[in-house]
């Protein structure tokens, strides 16, 4: 008997993407392919047979551009008639209509399909930006848990979440602050997603604890959010005390704590402080004769130019994991 190759819905291998495989590809939840399917009938256009749907490039390029228009503003239902290419509706003239469609095309693509420039980057990231775009919140969640399941922390956040962030950056940055709302609205999320990627509980080793920590006047948590779950990741605790920590207050948590190392991250030359980073790195706790002393790492670009040597500065996600496996590691 012959032994057919089964994909991951339950359907023959090769007979057109999932329901599943196609969302991830615009940027939706599977719910909404289901529902434009559904409500508006754009569904696969051939049936393979049984219950699972399989969508081939047409059924796509329906899709995208039931995408594109309603990230314009136009309505669902108005937006499949023009994806399916039907007459549009007796209140506009055809010929309007149809003189319309071509320029609201070029209009969805600007905004919404190459509203980013992403460059050469991982399908994942483009996904993730049209569903930032959108401000579509169940889509954007699934897509970012995806990412992380698939990929590992430490590659998702360096290969998928990262490079989309910087691309909101940019263009907000270029565009008069207008995506200002998308940049804080993918930041969150992100962070939920690694809050639900993140082990509920690790057991605590006694000098083996890392303390994460903004600069005072810093307030960007989420680099040290992603290397907080990264090493929860891997089995090692954390105590993590966020934005903007006052000097007093992280030399109390360093003293209660005892941890094997610091993370003090800066994003701008303006908060990062060498001789906080020093003083931490000095100080000292345990028995007379057998003290010891945190290693400090001086996490975030505000860091450049300003560390001195003792105080290592790992250059990204994975150094800085690595980093503090090897000093836990060490530690009695």
């Known amino acids: 008997m012959a032994v057919h190759e089964r994909d991951d819905e339950g359907g023959p291998a090769g007979a057109g993407l999932t ?6 590809r615009l940027g939706v939840a599977p719910t909404t392919v289901r529902t434009w399917d559904r409500r508006y009938g754009l569904g696969p256009a051939a049936h393979t047979g049984g219950r699972h749907r399989r969508w081939t490039a047409g059924d796509m390029a329906r899709l995208e551009r039931m ?14 008639r023009m994806a399916r290419g039907d007459a549009p509706p007796e209140a506009v003239p055809a ?17 919404a399909g190459s509203g980013l420039r992403l460059g050469d980057v991982r399908q994942e990231c483009k996904g993730i930006a049209r569903a930032a775009l959108r401000l579509d919140a169940a889509a954007l969640d699934e897509l970012l848990e995806a990412a992380i399941d698939e990929h590992g922390l430490v590659t998702a956040w360096t290969e998928v979440i990262m490079p989309t962030l910087q691309a909101v950056g940019r263009k907000w940055e270029s565009s008069g602050e207008k995506y200002v709302e998308v940049e804080h609205f993918l930041s969150w999320h992100v962070s939920g997603a690694l809050r639900r990627s993140t082990p509920s509980a690790i057991a605590d080793r006694p000098g083996a604890t890392t ?9 960007h948590t989420l680099p040290l959010e992603v290397l907080a779950a990264a090493l929860a990741e891997r089995g090692l605790p954390v105590r993590m005390f966020g934005g903007a920590l006052p000097v007093e207050s992280l030399v109390t948590a360093v003293r209660r704590t005892g941890p094997a190392a610091v993370g003090l991250w800066a994003q701008s030359r303006t908060t990062a ?39 290592p ?20």
Not at 313 to 332: D, F, I, N, Q, Y
């Open 19 to 24: 329901t599943g495989e196609v969302a991830r």
């Open 95 to 111: 010929r309007q209509a149809a003189d319309a469609a071509p320029r609201l095309a070029v209009r969805a693509r600007s905004r």
């Open 67 to 80: 995408c594109a228009l309603t990230a314009t503003g136009i309505a669902p239902a108005e937006a499949a």
């Open 211 to 219: 303390v994460l920590a903004c600069v005072p006047g810093e307030n």
């Open 313 to 332: 500065r790992p250059a990204g996600l994975a150094e800085a994991v690595t980093l503090l496996e090897s000093v836990v590691s060490h530690k009695p």
């Open 273 to 311: 402080s060498r001789p906080l980073a020093q003083h931490v790195a000095a100080m000292e706790w345990g028995v007379r004769g057998a003290r010891r002393k945190p290693v400090v790492l001086t996490i975030g670009p505000g860091w450049a130019g300003r560390t001195s040597a003792g105080l």
